[in-house]
């Protein structure tokens, strides 16, 4: 086990609403990165935060938004909720920016 | 042209046979590389770091060969356990994501 949690496991939302996902870092790793992955696609990278700020993102709307927390644990929101919004979603944490991502067992989100 | 690409297979293989991937990558910047197995709906998990020098792991080489950008992944004396989908992921020099391939399934079976 990585150490890596997030909540929900899934969840399902209805077009057009919002919704805020969670992950709790490895112990001792200060950089929690966040992922979507559509089916049978590799992750792509939603964007970083290490150290509370914002440390780099992907190509993906501002609708897609995030903090993290002085624990180092982190939020995803994303607004607006698109059919192609429904995917798995994976936050990695690391020691640093430039070390190994360990991943938590994902969020499985349906927008119907 | 994808970043980062990877054969999709499946790759069919028996019980104790040797079996690699490759993974090859357009950006010759790129600094960090890994190897991820992922199980069906669940999460990646962390297999190796690719060194310059290349690195074993029990069953499992990984190499790396910059001059044309790959780096592969050799498990040898297959297990119906190693039946799984392999990522490649790469870090570029700017530091921090990283880009997946897309992966390749390998099936193994008795």
């Known amino acids: 086990e990585t150490g890596v949690t997030q909540s929900p496991t899934h969840l399902i939302k209805t077009r057009g609403q919002q919704v805020t996902l969670r992950c709790s870092s490895q112990?001792?790793?200060?950089?929690v990165s966040w992922y979507q992955q559509a089916l049978g696609q590799g992750p792509q990278f939603i964007f970083q935060?290490?150290?509370?700020?914002?440390?780099g993102r992907g190509n993906f709307p501002p609708r897609f938004s995030g903090l993290q927390f002085p624990n180092y644990s982190s939020e995803l929101n994303v607004n607006a909720l698109e059919l192609d919004d429904s995917a798995l979603y994976l936050c990695a944490s690391s020691l640093d920016p430039s070390y190994e991502q360990y991943f938590g067992p994902g969020t499985r989100l349906t927008v119907t | 042209r994808k970043e980062v690409e990877q054969d999709p297979g499946p790759f069919n293989v028996p019980e104790g046979a040797t079996v690699a991937f490759n993974c090859t990558y357009s950006n010759s910047a790129s600094q960090s590389f890994f190897w991820y197995r992922q199980d069906c709906r669940k999460e990646p998990k962390l297999l190796m770091s690719?060194?310059?020098s290349g690195n074993e792991d029990g069953r499992f080489t990984a190499q790396l060969n910059r001059a044309s950008q790959y780096i592969s992944l050799l498990i040898r004396d297959s297990k119906l356990s190693d039946s799984a989908t392999y990522l490649c992921a790469v870090i570029s020099n700017a530091g921090n994501m990283l880009t997946f391939g897309g992966g390749t399934r390998l099936m193994v079976k008795p």
């Open positions: 112990s001792g790793h200060n950089t």
């Open positions: 935060y290490y150290r509370e700020e914002e440390n």
């Open positions: 690719v060194y310059s």
